[in-house]
């Protein structure tokens, strides 16, 4: 029998049976469309697509928008463990394109949700196993189900059924294709999803009782679903069933319309393996607010999402979308130009490379958030940004970005957070820079932004977090203007730049501030001269007063003088971090007030005399780094009350006496290093209850044999001693020696005899200096 629908013509012989919803998801396996090549065909749970690196970068934290089109400001802590710690001095300086990430990273990052942010992460790794099958494996399915309607007369022929069908069919294609013309084609194709939805609609048992309205709900849903390979999500149920819609698994809808059904408004299928593209039918789903398919594996969505009237967030985070499509505008769009509602919009974490259509923009007047980090798009900022006037959070970092940073984005009067990093940009501040009165997160770590900081820093009132490390900023800070920002500045860090600065004493007006980085800056040029100094002087004493600092570092420097006693004050600091300066004098006393410090760095300076006993009280300290000073005396026994000390290491020093023995008490100390010091005496035999993987001893005056239970328990023994027959006595003087000096010294034809004091006869894991 043949019939036609408009221009399309059908040819089709129909038979009455029943058709069950099992034969309904084998057409999963015969179909013969155009999908994805990377999708697999089991049912697997899979894992966050973007597990890889971050690192973190650090990271990212990852970002998800809330269950709502509301948004709210990030959050961002410091980054509080230092980074391993250099091998030497003042290094040389950057190469010409930042490769990584700051040593620290900044405080705050989007999150999981358009409330609260986090640092996003990185970009999807994972992928599914396997493509889905693309081969029939049965016949093609026939034109039409063959499902028995109640409508029909028990007494009718099978003519007649077949007939009835057909003019349902008609009507409903009719219908479909009245509200969706773009989707004529693929409804005239047997076995496309949009076939295959409108098969599954007409054999719903309360067909006849639906509206137009609903059945064009339910057949973009079931088109959705088909789409997507629904038959493969993580969880599915509900879906293309006799159900009502609103109780399939991620869907949302409004009380009952005045039709008598409910209007779906919210559909989330985060992290649900969702694989494919998103159809172009679901913008017939009019009343959805909310689109959220983040950490899935959708490698496209449609310009049509853009018409959407009601959608406020859509949410395509971490998947493998590889373009922002363009805007279609048609005459159909009407007096509206097709301008889009949508107010936050989240494609971080994927395959982007293009750059970003411009005609978008102007589509978008409410668009709030717009995050695009961690792709490849790689252009220039598109001076379109401007025309997002209401926007106020922008994220582009991690990408390949260039040039300097367009004025029309300094325009944005709303923006409060403003994450550009890990880019290519280059030139100075504009001086447009002080129209952003609204910015609260100005983030332009690893770049190559040139130039010094402006002093229209201080009219950005509200700002909060200033990210400028690793970039090639010069000159000296203005500290006065940066004053201006007490009430409101937390994060300031312009370490790993070329600054030539000093600390000027307004630091002490900052009292807000929680991270303050000025590290890295002394920079040595290919024939080793410097090429910037850093930031010099002495530390200003008005630094104690930033009672709410937990991350300090001025590492990498020429700070000189004494460091001072009023940095006893900063009881809320974890990490001090003062090494590879001209610092001078002792270690003052104060410093054991610190009773929040876990990282204490002062190695590489000029620190001299004696080491204070009030360290110990330094319950949470994890690193105490005081190595390659001038540092004198004996080693304080209360050092042995650190507890959580994990790393301690007083090389290179003149200290002398013994190892105390309340260094086994160390219960959390890994590695202990003491070398090239002045030691002497015998190895506490109590050091065995440390739980120790590396013994750096050598290059002092120790005597006697290595205690058995020390290296027994330690991993790892550096030591300077050598294996003899005998055990050794104390020597009536102590000169220093090691294994090379004494075979140079004493040594026959026959065999080496060894006359010297200091030997590891139990060890076998005991090794030369």
């Excluded at 709210?72 to 802590?77: K, Q």
């Excluded at 099958?133 to 109640?150: A, D, G, L, N, V």
């Excluded at 007006?509 to 290919?526: K, Q």
Aim: hydrophobic content about 30%; aromatic content about 8%; overall charge negative.
């Amino acid at each position: 029998q043949s019939f036609s629908v408009g221009d399309l013509h059908f040819n089709t012989d129909y038979s009455v049976g029943a058709v069950d919803e099992e034969e309904d998801e084998s057409d999963d396996d015969r179909m013969t469309t155009d999908f994805p090549t990377y999708g697999p065909t089991s049912v697997s749970t899979v894992d966050d697509p973007t597990s890889n690196p971050t690192d973190d970068p650090t990271i990212a934290p990852t970002k998800r928008p809330s269950p709502g089109p509301t948004t709210g400001s990030p959050s961002r802590s410091p980054t509080l463990g230092p980074t391993p710690r250099p091998t030497s001095g003042p290094t040389s300086g950057p190469t010409s394109n930042p490769t990584s990430n700051p040593t620290s990273e900044p405080t705050s990052r989007p999150t999981a949700s358009p409330i609260t942010m986090g640092t996003p992460t990185t970009s999807p790794e994972s992928s599914p196993s396997s493509p889905p099958s693309s081969t029939p494996s049965t016949p093609p399915p026939t034109p039409f189900p063959t499902t028995y309607f109640p409508t029909f007369s028990p007494s009718s022929s099978p003519v007649d059924a077949v007939a009835a069908y057909a003019v349902r069919r008609d009507r409903l294609l009719e219908d479909l294709v009245r509200v969706s013309p773009d989707s004529e084609e693929g409804l005239a194709v047997v076995g496309s999803e949009r076939y295959r939805a409108m098969e599954w609609l007409l054999g719903n048992v309360n067909y006849d009782a639906y509206s137009n309205e609903r059945r064009v709900q339910r057949w973009a849903l079931a088109t959705f679903y088909y789409s997507l390979y629904g038959k493969d999500w993580t969880t599915n149920d509900g879906w293309v069933t006799d159900t009502d819609e609103c109780s399939w698994y991620g869907i949302t809808c409004d009380d009952e319309s005045d039709g008598g059904y409910g209007v779906a408004n919210r559909i989330d299928l985060g992290d649900n393996y969702l694989q494919g593209e998103v159809p172009l039918e679901v913008a017939l789903l009019d009343g959805v607010e909310y689109l959220g398919l983040t950490k899935n594996f959708v490698s496209r969505f449609p310009p049509s999402v853009f018409k959407m009237a009601n959608l406020k967030v859509l949410d395509l985070d971490k998947n493998f979308v590889e373009e922002v499509p363009a805007p279609e505008i048609s005459l159909r769009d009407g007096n509206d130009g097709g301008i889009s509602g949508l107010e936050e919009l989240y494609l971080s974490n994927n395959m982007i490379a293009s750059s970003i259509p411009g005609e978008l923009f102007g589509r978008l007047p409410h668009l709030k958030n717009l995050w695009l980090a961690n792709n490849r798009i790689s252009s220039t900022l598109p001076t379109g940004l401007g025309l997002l006037t209401n926007l106020e959070e922008l994220d582009l970092e991690t990408n390949q970005f260039r040039g300097s940073i367009p004025d029309e984005i300094y325009g944005l009067a709303r923006l409060h957070t403003l994450y550009l990093h890990d880019n290519a940009l280059t030139g100075t501040f504009s001086p447009s820079f002080s129209q952003m009165t609204s910015l609260k997160v100005l983030d332009l770590d690893t770049n190559f932004i040139t130039g010094e900081l402006p002093a229209e820093v201080g009219l950005l009132g509200q700002l909060s977090e200033l990210h400028l490390g690793n970039n090639a900023m010069t000159g000296q800070l203005p500290w006065g203007q940066i004053s201006r920002l007490a009430k409101t500045l937390t994060v300031l860090d312009v370490s790993s730049n070329y600054l030539n600065s000093t600390i000027g004493p307004e630091v002490g007006a900052l009292s807000n501030l929680v991270t303050l980085r000025l590290d890295n800056n002394y920079r040595v040029g290919g024939d080793g001269n410097p090429v910037s100094h850093g930031m010099m002087g002495p530390i200003p004493g008005s630094i104690g007063s930033l009672g709410m600092l937990q991350e300090l570092r001025l590492d990498n420097n020429y700070v000189g003088g004494a460091i001072p006693a009023t940095m006893g004050n900063l009881r809320s600091l974890v990490t001090l971090r003062l090494e590879s300066n001209n610092l001078q004098s002792s270690i003052p006393s104060d410093l054991g007030n610190l009773s929040n410090l876990q990282y204490l760095h002062l190695w590489s300076n000029y620190l001299s005399s004696t080491v204070s006993g009030h360290l110990g009280k330094l319950s949470k300290l994890r690193e105490l780094f005081l190595d390659d000073n001038s540092l004198t005396g004996s080693i304080s026994p209360e050092l042995g009350q650190l507890a959580s000390a994990t790393y301690i290491s007083l090389a290179d020093n003149h200290m002398n006496g013994v190892i105390p023995p309340t260094f086994g008490m160390l219960s959390s100390l890994q590695r202990l290093d003491v070398q090239f010091n002045d030691l002497f005496g015998e190895l506490p035999q109590q050091l065995a209850n440390a739980p120790l993987a590396k013994l750096s001893l050598e290059g002092n005056y120790f005597y006697g044999d290595v205690p058995e239970e020390i290296c027994q328990n330690v991993q790892y023994i550096s030591a300077n001693c050598a294996v003899t027959m005998q055990p050794t006595q104390s020597p009536t003087s102590k000169p220093r020696m090691s294994v090379v000096d004494i075979s140079e010294i004493i040594q026959t034809d026959q065999s080496p005899s060894y006359a010297y004091w200091w030997n590891c006869d139990c060890c076998d894991t005991c090794y030369p200096g």
